[in-house]
T-cell receptor
Framework: GDSVTQMEGPVTLSEEAFLTINCTYTATGYPSLFWYVQYPGEGLQLLLKATKADDKGSNKGFEATYRKETTSFHLEKGSVQVSDSAVYFCALSGRDNTGKLIFGQGTTLQVKP | DADVTQTPRNRITKTGKRIMLECSQTKGHDRMYWYRQDPGLGLRLIYYSFDVKDINKGEISDGYSVSRQAQAKFSLSLESAIPNQTALYFC??????????????FGPGTRLLVL
């Protein structure tokens, strides 16, 4: 079945450091790919998404590119802030039209001043 | 006001008790979902519904049931709670789509502890 694998955390960075969180997927066909973020004590919210190969999703300085050849959707940010501290989830939605999301295990990011 | 609300936000119950978690949305979406979140496992789908008369099991539906009382309301029940159902539960909604790219909107979650 479809699955998503994220790099294990926690990831601890200093403010203004470069961030990469790796995400790879296994799916039949060409799924849509998402990054969701969960701030402490809150529900998940969409950070960015890409719906076809080579698409780049971007938001709030974060970027991720849909790489079909490597089945990856790595999240990057050039300069993190303390306010970026959160749990980040990579997810996919298959082409079965159910809209169901399959999530990775989540990566905790802590940014220190 | 929040678009997706969940009640209660926190709940402690005992093994064997029946409990209900409620979800309401004001986004006008047809599709609603229940997930549970466990540390190190991400979120897993319990049930989902496309409308009041269309309810489907997800990946981990055993021990759970749901009710779609109206387009805006989707409740999750634990018929006889057990300790390994201790988790954070999220409700989510999305618009109907012909593709797979619709964003899901999540509630704030219900933290459940089964003793």
């Amino acid at each position: 079945g479809d699955s998503v694998t994220q790099m294990e955390g926690p990831v601890t960075l200093s403010e203004e450091a470069f961030l990469t969180i790796n995400c790879t997927y296994t799916a039949t066909g060409y799924p849509s790919l998402f990054w969701y973020v969960q701030y402490p004590g809150e529900g998940l919210q969409l950070l960015l998404k890409a719906t076809k190969a080579d698409d780049k999703g971007s938001n709030k300085g974060f970027e991720a590119t849909y790489r079909k050849e490597t089945t990856s959707f790595h999240l990057e940010k050039g300069s993190v802030q303390v306010s970026d501290s959160a749990v980040y989830f990579c997810a996919l939605s298959g082409r079965d039209n159910t809209g169901k999301l399959i999530f990775g295990q989540g990566t905790t990011l802590q940014v220190k001043p | 006001d929040a678009d997706v609300t969940q009640t209660p936000r926190n709940r402690i119950t005992k093994t064997g008790k029946r409990i209900m978690l409620e979800c309401s949305q004001t986004k006008g979406h047809d599709r609603m979902y229940w997930y549970r979140q466990d540390p190190g496992l991400g979120l897993r789908l319990i049930y989902y519904s496309f409308d009041v008369k269309d309810i489907n099991k997800g990946e981990i539906s055993d021990g759970y049931s749901v009710s779609r009382q109206a387009q805006a309301k989707f409740s999750l029940s634990l018929e006889s709670a057990i300790p390994n159902q201790t988790a954070l539960y999220f409700c989510a909604t999305s618009a109907e789509t012909t593709g797979a790219q619709e964003t899901q909107y999540f509630g704030p979650g219900t933290r459940l502890l089964v003793l």
